[in-house]
């Protein structure tokens, strides 16, 4: 059975850093791009960033640039979100999905920034 | 970036009905554009992918058609557990961007 498992979420400070972990299991991890996704309270869906298969490509949206770095572990099955200088704005349910296409979700954990 | 108009954001219709989203892309993209449905308080969940490509498992009364810079996503004979959001996605150019969703509610 497919698993994408979140970990890492918490209350932060603004201007504080986090990392977020994602472990995955039941199909070959090395074999997919992987994305992260988030989700602010009360709203839509925001794509932040994925990575190629073997770490080679990293694509951000321009809110977290220079903030956050996304990477991956392929020994460990595991995916990684730095986040950096936390703002207000980055408070969300954040989603680890598997491929290109967002084909399978995590069941995402929470971020709250604030002070 | 690729901007995504997704219309209507919200709207309402009874059990049976035939339902329809549209979603307009701010350049070409092809068929790159996937949907997804989020239940209250679940994951979200892919419907449709490269435009047309119903997902295995999806019941078959939900199609997407389109091409290009506009695109649909169809329910054909509504059911209560299509209460739902529904988001497309274009993932012809990164980043990659989301329509603002449409909540789709049942009378």
């Known amino acids: 059975e497919m698993q994408l498992v979140e970990s890492g979420g918490g209350l932060v400070q603004p201007g504080g850093s986090l990392r977020l972990s994602c472990v995955g299991s039941?199909?070959?991890?090395?074999?997919?791009?992987m994305t992260w996704v988030r989700q602010a309270p009360g709203k839509g869906l925001e794509w932040v960033a994925n990575?190629?298969?073997?770490?080679?490509?990293?694509h951000y949206v321009d809110s977290v640039k220079g903030r956050f770095t996304i990477s991956r572990d392929n020994a460990k099955n595991s995916l990684y979100l730095q986040m950096n200088s936390l703002r207000d704005e980055d408070t969300a349910v954040y989603y680890c999905?598997?491929?290109?296409?967002?084909?399978?979700w995590g069941q995402g954990t929470l971020v709250t920034v604030s002070s | 970036d690729i901007q995504m108009t997704q219309s209507p954001s919200a709207m309402s219709a009874s059990v049976g009905d035939r339902v329809t989203i549209t979603c307009r892309a701010s350049?070409?993209?092809?068929?790159?554009l996937a949907w997804f449905q989020q239940r209250p308080g679940k994951v979200p969940k892919r419907l449709i992918y490269?435009?047309?490509t119903l997902q295995s498992g999806v019941p078959s009364r939900f199609s997407g058609s389109g091409s290009g810079t506009e695109f649909t996503l169809t329910i054909a004979g509504l059911q209560p557990e299509d209460s739902a959001t529904y988001y497309c996605?274009?993932?012809?150019?990164?980043?990659?961007?989301f329509g603002q969703g449409t909540k789709l509610a049942i009378k």
């Open positions: 039941g199909f070959t991890f090395r074999s997919y791009w």
């Open positions: 990575i190629k298969e073997d770490g080679s490509e990293e």
């Open positions: 996605l274009q993932h012809s150019g990164s980043p990659f961007t």
């Open positions: 999905v598997r491929d290109l296409w967002l084909y399978f």
């Open positions: 490269a435009s047309s």
């Open positions: 350049q070409d993209i092809n068929n790159h």
